[in-house]
T-cell receptor
């Protein structure tokens, strides 16, 4: 299946700094979602941005979407130790009719240093 | 509302055995999807059930199967286990469409020896 790619694979920053991670995808999409996963646990939905939206905010999260470049970014402002987790972008391939389910990238592992 | 629950949380099996994992979706959700997560392959889609019918299926061998009951609870079965089946198996539910927000359970960690 076509997977998105998150960049960077790992990111370590100091508490209070902003963290930016990027996602690229390959297909036409209806929306793009970001999820967080704490070590070996289930995924938690963070935000969904539709293909006709360019930017969306939720608390300390800011997501942008550029469908012409097939890319998205997730910005976490004023990071906290509790933000330490892996972050995944996910898309559903419209042309596939859902056969691939949600396609996830490999994720960005974010470490917030106290 | 209670979240998605998965049982068991941890499981150890030996090669050749079979295993059944269970998932109870959020009340009112009719779509249940299953994913396999491994360090090497990441998150991969197994299949999706909606109203007791398999609606979508990923690229996994026939050893992986599932079903959904009338109360939307779902089970997945893996027969003739292989070492490579060791993984975190995640279940997710939503109201209807795969493209919607998915609500994930805590996962079942399967170790095949």
């Amino acid at each position: 299946s076509q997977q998105g790619e998150e960049d960077p694979q790992a990111l370590s920053i100091q508490e209070g700094e902003n963290a930016t991670m990027n996602c690229s995808y390959k297909t036409s999409i209806n929306n793009l979602q970001w999820y967080r996963q704490n070590s070996g646990r289930g995924l938690v939905h963070l935000i969904l941005i539709r293909s006709n939206e360019r930017e969306k905010h939720s608390g300390r999260l800011r997501v942008t979407l550029d469908t012409s470049k097939k890319s998205s970014s997730l910005l976490i402002t004023a990071s906290r130790a509790a933000d330490t987790a892996s972050y995944f972008c996910a898309t559903a391939d419209l042309s596939g009719g859902g056969a691939d389910g949600l396609t996830f990238g490999k994720g960005t592992h974010l470490i917030i240093q106290p | 509302k209670a979240g998605v629950t998965q049982t068991p949380r941890y499981l150890i099996k030996t090669r050749g055995q079979q295993v059944t994992l269970s998932c109870s979706p959020i009340s009112g959700h009719r779509s249940v999807s299953w994913y396999q997560q491994t360090p090497g392959q990441g998150l991969q889609f197994l299949f999706e059930y909606f109203s007791e019918t398999q609606r979508n299926k990923g690229n996994f061998p026939g050893r992986f199967s599932g079903r959904q009951f009338s109360n939307s609870r779902s089970e997945m079965n893996v027969s003739t286990l292989e070492l490579g089946d060791s993984a975190l198996y995640l279940c997710a539910s939503s109201f209807g469409q795969l493209q919607e927000t998915q609500y994930f359970g805590p996962g079942t960690r399967l170790l095949v020896l």
